[in-house]
């Protein structure tokens, strides 16, 4: 069916439709069945830190990313894959660290489509873009994240070239109390940056990593509503935002269509692999609580019987939330950083 996956879950009486190329993804129920909570075959999207080099060292990097950071083996990252093309993988996000720098970027990318038939797509800072690396992620990327940071020439750079090579490129911004106002003014006043993108994904700031302030907390700002508001209009470019911002979503935004909301899918649909094969429901868990190693036992094993991802699963099913109308549609928001929820 060349780019189309269509996959049946009969025991969990719901189907999955993946477009490949567009990256169009459903989950269709079965006739009078809701959606299941949780996939059971196994995550459907893996985010996958290749390094943990990074040669910016950017104040808010949540992984402490520097030019010390260690990269993954290809030999482990072969292993993530063939236990990943055993379950229910679709896609891979690939992060760091800066993951296009890692000395073994383009095997990683072409490996991951053609040899698994899974989709790479990757986060970057913007340095690293040979023309060597540009070729294969427009032959084997769906798309390119990339992040946004004061004084935002790089940023401009970065578009400018995935521009030319014509490749779908996102936005990453991380939204605090110190960057809203640029968010404000970039939707209000200056699209410039954001009309060279196909998205722009607006990503909650969270007190995790190089820098914990909680002053840079979202809900410290007296121009969420403004936020919020702007965003819910129409642009050229799509908006997104990554599910530890459902909550606000929810809260202020009228003009999204409930079927778009996704609550927090970490241990529900999705799982983060660290550099050292440590495997966690979320990527911003590992400074808190300790991985399950990928040496010691499967992918599936892991999703299925450790005691981290079963109770990551049962916070969001049982959260104190059960009181609000928004329940269902944004599961009480982080199951593990109550501090960063909007509502």
């Known amino acids: 069916m060349g780019s189309l996956v269509f996959r049946n879950y009969p025991h969990q009486n719901y189907k999955v439709i993946f477009n490949q190329s567009t990256g169009f993804f459903a989950r269709i129920e079965d006739k009078s069945f809701n959606e299941p909570f949780w996939a059971e075959k196994g995550p459907e999207l893996l985010d996958i830190s290749i390094t943990n080099w990074c040669d910016n060292g950017c104040s808010f990097c949540y992984k402490r990313s520097d030019k010390f950071g260690r990269n993954m083996t290809l030999d482990d990252y072969k292993l993530i894959m063939e236990y990943a093309s055993k379950s229910n993988v679709f896609q891979v996000a690939l992060g760091g660290g800066n993951p296009n720098q890692h000395p073994d970027f383009i095997d990683i990318i072409r490996m991951t489509k053609e040899n698994y038939n899974i989709v790479p797509s990757y986060t970057t800072n913007g340095r690293g873009l040979t023309d060597d690396i540009l070729i294969a992620t427009k032959k084997y990327c769906g798309a390119v994240a990339i ?5 935002y020439d790089e940023l401009m750079n970065s578009l400018n070239i995935l521009y030319e090579y014509e490749i779908k490129t996102n936005i990453h911004f991380l939204l605090s109390n110190n960057t809203i106002r640029t968010a404000i003014h970039w939707l209000k006043e200056d699209r410039s940056v ?3 993108c196909n998205a722009v994904i607006f990503l909650n700031y969270k ?7 909680n002053k840079l907390l979202l809900n410290n700002s007296s121009l969420i509503k403004e936020f919020f508001s702007l ?5 050229p470019f799509k908006i997104g935002f990554d599910s530890c911002m459902v909550s606000g979503v929810v809260k202020n935004m009228k003009n999204v269509n409930s079927l778009y909301i996704e609550p927090c899918e970490a241990a529900r649909f999705s799982a983060y692999i660290s550099e050292d094969l440590q495997m966690y429901p979320c990527s911003f868990m590992n400074e808190y609580y300790k991985g399950e190693d990928l040496r010691k036992n499967s992918l599936t094993k892991i999703w299925t019987e450790s005691k981290s991802f079963n109770e990551t699963r049962k916070r969001l099913e049982n959260n104190g939330c059960q009181s609000c109308v928004s329940q269902k549609l944004c599961l009480g928001g982080c199951p593990f950083l109550n501090i960063i929820n909007l509502c």
């Open 207 to 213: 007190p995790v990593g190089r820098i914990k302030n």
């Open 147 to 151: 992040s946004a940071y004061f004084p």
């Open 231 to 235: 965003a819910d209009l129409k642009y």
């Open 194 to 196: 954001l009309d060279k």
